[in-house]
């Protein structure tokens, strides 16, 4: 195949011989083509404008509709001359993830069932969940960065997927748009984002930080770092680079356990990246003034909620500015249909260990809290919503012996 005349453009895959070329300039000329808009940088729109023949300014006027002014669709965007607007409503789309279903909680969160088609046919279609929660002052969204996971963790209930495939920057980031759009009426203006959903974000670097970017950006989403959160199940790589980026969202490292012998046990991650390994590369991280590294730990009843694993974590995160979000595990699930936390080898904390957990770091120095899950009637666990419509991905059970999981020594 020929090369593209357009070749100093941003490209996407190499196309197929019977394909024409995927770049934005050479997809406009076709207008049976479809650009997807939804995850593009300012730089790619300003391109795909001067392949219009339109000055570049009118991709920056396009990108903030998009992401500033939540505008979906081109007849809205006033800002824009009428056959522009028409030429792009021909030849692109701004396409959001499509809701399969929507479960309204009791404490008003709103979990959502996505359905991702893929992209181009050289996507699997998947099946993602994202979760709107408002509090006092603020909404958080909890959004997926890829369907299904490859990390394994056994008290998870997205390891049964298994990994399906990773998500692209438009389908990351148009999670956070559905939501705040589907709940223009109820928001107020602080959002946090937390990438805390199916997937493990590390893994899917070039992609989630794009979409992060697109979050964090002034001129796009401008949500700020702060309250934006990114966590990972211990990925060194990901997190030494991460530790580069000049723009980054918060950090958070899903701790759980307080021994390499317990954490192997229910994160299969943990051979390939041990504790030493995993909180050298935390001790490295580099920190802004006021920030933590957040250290996320289920509690797993009888497993590790004892205080001698308090105080082992104690002495794990020495020396690290570091804050500790305690997280009951929860069995409960009552959506029909829906898999169970109950159906994996674990049970609840008693509320005495946590507490007692809770004191136990705090007598020792560390900052600690309780983090409860929110909309528990509707199919808390991530995974769990996904798993309805892949019941045999779940049919096999998790096997764990008795021995893994008692807890270690002190």
Known sequence: MAACW??????????????????????CQD???????????????RALMAAFGEPA??????????????????????????????????????ALPEVSRRYVSADGSVR?????????????????ETVFMPSEGRQTICISTQAGCAVDCKFCLTAQLGLIRNL????????????????????????????MGQGEPLLNFEPVMAAVRLMLDDNGMAIAPRHVTLSTSGIVPGIERLSREKIRPKLAISLNASSDEQRDAIMPINRKYPLKTLLDACREYTLGNREY??????????????????????RLLSGLRAKVNLIPWNPGAPVKGAARESDL????????????????????????MVRYSRGQDIAAACGQLALIESPASF????????????PPPA
């Open 112 to 128: 959502y069932l996505l359905s991702l088609a893929g992209a181009k046919g050289d996507s699997a279609p998947a099946r993602v």
């Open 57 to 94: 300014y009118r991709g920056t006027q396009l990108y903030k509709s998009i992401y500033a002014g939540r505008r979906f669709d081109f007849a809205a965007m006033s800002d824009l001359p009428a056959p522009l607007r028409e030429r792009l409503a021909a030849a692109a789309r701004i």
């Open 345 to 368: 080898p674990f049970r609840a904390p008693d509320p005495a260990r946590i507490d007692e957990f809770r004191r136990t770091l705090m007598d020792k120095g560390q900052l600690a």
């Open 293 to 314: 590294i957040t250290f996320e730990y289920v509690l797993l009843g009888g497993f590790n909620d004892a205080p001698e694993d308090a105080r082992r974590v104690v």
């Open 168 to 195: 692209t920057a438009g389908e990351i980031v148009g999670q956070v748009l559905l939501a705040l759009e589907d709940q223009r009426d109820r928001l107020v203006p602080r959002t946090n984002i937390v990438l």
């Open 6 to 27: 357009c070749a100093e453009l941003p490209h996407g895959p190499m196309p197929e011989q019977t394909a024409g070329c995927l770049c934005p300039v050479c997809l």
């Open 31 to 45: 207008l049976g083509a479809h650009i997807d808009l939804v995850g593009k940088s300012a730089d790619e729109l």
């Open 395 to 406: 049919s096999a059970p998790v096997s764990i012996s008795p021995t893994s999981l008692a």
